[in-house]
RNA sequence: GGAGAAGUGGCCGAGUGGUCGAAGGCACUCCCCUGCUAAGGGAGCAUACGGGCACAAACCUGUAUCGAGGGUUCGAAUCCCUCCUUCUCCGCCA
């Protein structure tokens, strides 16, 4: 959420910075809604404070053994307009919160200003993309080969977009997540967590997901008529832990990484990526999330995506690395790295991280603070990256460590976690 | 799933209709005192939002908030209803 001084204060210039977005906040009609506001809620506040003091008396008459109709009368006369006023306002309140709640965050102004990801900058790129002497296959193949990627039947149990894997492949992914989470952990000094996969409307609020794009979710309703949803990204449960808590100066940053399998309903990307892995209503993802000092968030934000890269280093993966533009940034983002893996069966780099820095928009939306140096509560900066999507990096090792006779070795960075194994190749 | 108990400020904890946004304690901040010692004295110390205010801080003032939502009342932490959570016991179960 954004800030609602800066909103009352600079419609307009707000008005200017989200329009780099594509986004066209009509200041006119908050401001109208604003002086509405004022209005209503000064009268009706008004009207609350001559009840209170009026009622304060009624008490003191009454302990002193007075006679208190004179008084009572009095208040009576105001409870009709008093009680308009506060129905009134309650409604207007709902109407301005629910203006307020899809407002994007600020781009900051480093982001560079564009409409769609065309206007996306190239920041830098690690690796040679291997040159292979013969036609490179695509993960697909090279996985229905090796008998270890079955989406038919995925899509017998499930549907489409949904895979099933089997032996050395199914191994290979589990590896890349423990890798993932040990290199994290290990070495960069992350707090592994475990969280619910199924969150309640307020955390999904709280990092962004809701009101606006709840049609991505997977919507899990219960009998009571209250429902759950399907994490899109271990980014909603783990930022969650902090919503609504003051945490302690000292104990900043807070740094967690978390495996969880993620759920898009991918509502309006048909026809997208229909083959293969790349775009699915379930995968695996390895996630970073840091709580920071407002002071502290521009450089986390370049340690964070310092250590996704470290993953794509290690498992030698050519990649690149793109700061999104104005207009293909996020809800709640206010600048965004983009990772984007090789992949030599599409010629092109694929997205396999994004990493963002929320600064307050998070913290304000969940109420998540620290007490400050000078001991008073202040909302945090949220950080969160993927480190890395786990069913992306198996596609692109598939791809990238493919052989001539479709076999494919494995990484020397995972071997720790393969148990022996070397290479894929097909089940005799 | 059944029975019972309970949810108050950063923490503990008092408060069963009226100057209660809430005693007291701990923690914290500032000041004083003390030649050392987890000693003593004083003051301050919830959050959100609004108004004063033209930007920010400070300050003053108002409103709301005692698990959440509704209700009764001139007035609710306190009474009523619904829900949530926690604890204890029973049942069931990875």
């Known amino acids: 959420m954004l800030d609602i001084q800066l909103l009352r204060a600079n419609p307009a210039q707000v008005a200017a910075r989200l329009a780099t977005r594509g986004v066209a906040l009509d200041a006119a009609a908050f401001e109208v809604l604003e002086a509405e506001r004022k209005t209503l809620q000064t009268r009706t506040q008004e009207l609350q404070a001559k009840r209170n003091s009026l009622s304060k008396q009624v008490g003191m008459l009454k302990g002193k053994g007075e006679d208190a109709?004179?008084?009572?009368?009095?208040?009576?006369?105001?409870?009709?307009e008093l009680k308009a006023n506060e129905e009134k306002l309650a409604v207007l309140q709902?109407?301005?919160?629910?203006?307020?709640?899809?407002?994007?965050?600020?781009?900051?102004?480093?982001?560079?200003?564009?409409?769609?990801?065309?206007?996306?900058?190239?920041?830098?790129?690690?690796?040679?993309?291997?040159?292979f002497g013969f036609a490179a296959k695509d993960h697909v193949e090279l996985g229905e080969r090796l008998g270890g990627l079955d989406f038919e039947t995925a899509v017998k149990i499930s549907g489409s977009r949904f895979s099933l894997m089997k032996g050395g492949i199914a191994r290979l992914h589990r590896a890349l997540a423990q890798f993932m989470l040990d290199t994290h952990t290990g070495e960069h000094g992350y707090t592994e967590v475990y969280v619910p996969y199924l969150v309640n409307p307020d955390s999904m609020f709280g990092t962004g997901q809701l009101p606006k794009f709840e049609e991505d979710l997977f919507r899990v309703p219960r009998a009571d008529g209250s429902q759950l949803y399907l994490i899109p990204t271990a980014e909603v449960p783990v930022t969650n832990i902090v919503r609504g808590e003051i945490v302690d100066l000292a104990k900043l940053p807070l740094k967690f990484v978390c495996h969880t399998p993620c759920f898009r309903s991918e509502a309006g990307s048909y026809g997208k990526d229909t083959r293969g892995m790349i775009r699915q209503h379930q995968f695996d993802k390895v996630e970073l999330v840091q709580i920071v000092h407002p002071e502290k968030s521009w450089?986390?934000?370049?340690?964070?995506?310092?250590?996704?890269?470290?993953?794509?280093?290690?498992?030698?993966?050519?990649?690149?690395?793109?700061?999104l533009c104005t207009g293909d940034m996020g809800f709640s983002a206010a600048k965004t790295y983009d990772l984007e893996v090789w992949l030599p069966a599409q010629n092109t780099y694929r997205e396999i991280s994004s990493c963002s820095n929320f600064e307050a928009f998070q913290a304000r939306r969940m109420q998540a603070r620290f007490r400050n140096e000078k001991n008073k509560p202040e909302l945090a900066h949220t950080l969160n990256g993927s480190g890395l999507a786990v069913g992306r990096t198996l596609v692109a090792i598939l791809e990238n460590y493919q052989n001539a006779d479709g076999t494919v070795t494995l990484p020397d960075a995972l071997r720790p976690w393969l148990g022996g194994l070397e290479r894929l190749a097909p089940e005799a």
């Open 69 to 80: 109709s004179a008084v009572l009368s009095e208040v009576a006369g105001i409870g009709d």
């Open 299 to 323: 450089e986390a934000l370049e340690d964070l995506t310092g250590h996704a890269e470290a993953i794509l280093k290690k498992l030698e993966l050519p990649y690149r690395k793109v700061a």
């Open 94 to 131: 709902e109407r301005y919160n629910a203006f307020v709640a899809v407002i994007p965050n600020l781009p900051h102004e480093s982001v560079p200003v564009g409409r769609d990801e065309t206007g996306n900058v190239e920041i830098l790129r690690w690796g040679t993309p291997r040159s």
